[in-house]
């Protein structure tokens, strides 16, 4: 059995430090990098948190000048960007820090893609090229995660809306990746079961997608299984009687998942995220309940594939309807829906997703092809 409490590092794709009281090591590191102003990158609900002002006193103890920055919505906007690259220069900061879950993160990283690089913000999208406009330099960033879902932390990307389509577009450079990560599962020790459940079924459709994707990277399958493995094993037990464990192996697993998914995404995260543009839907909740279907979608033609899923979470029954049907129990066995209707999503609602689902960035990546049909008829059974 691993020990979680002994602090350990590993590299990939950058410097990892993880382990029980890992976070007590970034005043040190702040100061041995000869920063001493950085601003702290968190959302509304983190920023009140104990351990979140346990950080802070950490850093003012040492002598560093603090800002927080914390104004930014559950799903992030431009504006949230615009005004951090503001909160940051006007406070003279040295360097930024993302803590907390997938929305911190992808606006602390797109502020520091915003620091040095001014052309407007959406110009940098990656799905037009905009890649090869982040020239200049970025200012040292350093990630915290406080939630095990999206693995945002060991990420180049950021996805941020627009403010008034709500369209989300991916800002992406390797020079966006963290300089090191501390990765604590103590600090997630204080979520509640909800989120910890939706943030985990998160990371775990991460997996199942990244391999389940057409893209052709078998050193991301080898992580997607495994990520799989730890999290079909822990999730429960993390949401439900949380230990140091199974949030050690939480964070292991949405680590893993967020590595393994360069290799691609698909259908299910195509039917989540118009839920978040038009309902502003939890991201992990979208995509917890659109799983189970979209996973069924993709059975046909990819049985082996599927009876492999089975195998890595140990189901007798190895086909893809055994891990649909474990997919379905466990979104029961968490406390979270299995319907779009008991997430807000109306018959009215439908027509308007399927075009957003679409035009998502995400299904062509998909094992197989998906229409707008295709969409419209996978919100419908899941209505």
């Known amino acids: 059995m691993t020990d979680f409490s002994t602090i350990r590092q590993y590299n990939f794709p950058t410097t990892i430090r993880f382990g029980a009281g890992a976070i007590k090591e970034l005043p040190d590191h702040l100061l041995s990098a000869g920063l001493s102003r950085p601003l702290l990158v968190t959302d509304p609900m983190v920023s009140q948190?104990?351990?979140?002002?346990?950080?802070?006193?950490?850093?003012?103890?040492?002598?560093?000048?603090?800002?927080?920055?914390?104004?930014?919505?559950?799903?992030?906007?431009?504006?949230?960007?615009?005004?951090?690259?503001?909160?940051?220069?006007g406070t003279g900061r040295d360097s930024i820090i993302g803590i907390g879950g997938g929305a911190a993160m992808d606006v602390a990283r797109a502020i520091v893609l915003r620091i040095h690089h001014h052309r407007d913000l959406f110009d940098y999208d990656d799905l037009i090229g905009g890649d090869q406009y982040v020239t200049g330099e970025v200012p040292y960033f350093v990630t915290v995660p406080t939630t095990s879902g999206t693995g945002s932390e060991v990420g180049r990307s950021a996805i941020i809306s627009e403010d008034d389509t709500h369209r989300k577009r991916i800002l992406f450079s390797p020079k966006l990746l963290a300089k090191i990560v501390y990765a604590d599962p103590l600090l997630t020790m204080e979520l509640p079961p909800f989120v910890t459940a939706a943030t985990g079924m998160d990371a775990l459709t991460h997996n199942l997608e990244a391999y389940l994707a057409k893209m052709f990277h078998p050193m991301c399958e080898g992580i997607a299984l495994e990520g799989v493995t730890l999290i079909n094993g822990a999730i429960a037990r993390a949401v439900l009687k949380p230990d140091l464990e199974s949030r050690s192996q939480m964070m292991i697993g949405s680590l893993m998942g967020a590595v393994a998914f360069q290799k691609g995404l698909g259908v299910v995260h195509s039917l989540a995220h118009p839920m978040s543009s038009l309902l502003d839907t939890h991201h992990g909740l979208a995509n917890a309940v659109n799983l189970p279907y979209g996973m069924r979608f993709n059975i046909a033609g990819f049985e082996d594939k599927f009876r492999q899923i089975a195998r890595t979470m140990g189901l007798p029954d190895e086909s893809g309807e055994a891990v649909v049907e474990r997919l379905f129990a466990l979104n029961g066995e968490l406390g979270l829906p299995t319907r779009l209707r008991d997430a807000g999503v109306r018959q009215e609602h439908i027509e308007t997703l399927a075009d957003l689902a679409v035009a998502d960035f995400c299904h062509p990546n998909n094992p197989k092809p998906v229409s707008r049909e295709d969409f419209k008829q996978l919100y419908i059974e899941a209505l």
Do not use: M
């Not at 346990?54 to 000048?65: C, Q």
């Open 49 to 89: 948190l104990g351990f979140f002002k346990d950080i802070i006193r950490s850093l003012e103890a040492k002598g560093l000048s603090v800002e927080v920055f914390s104004a930014i919505h559950k799903n992030p906007v431009k504006s949230d960007v615009l005004n951090g690259g503001e909160a940051f220069v």
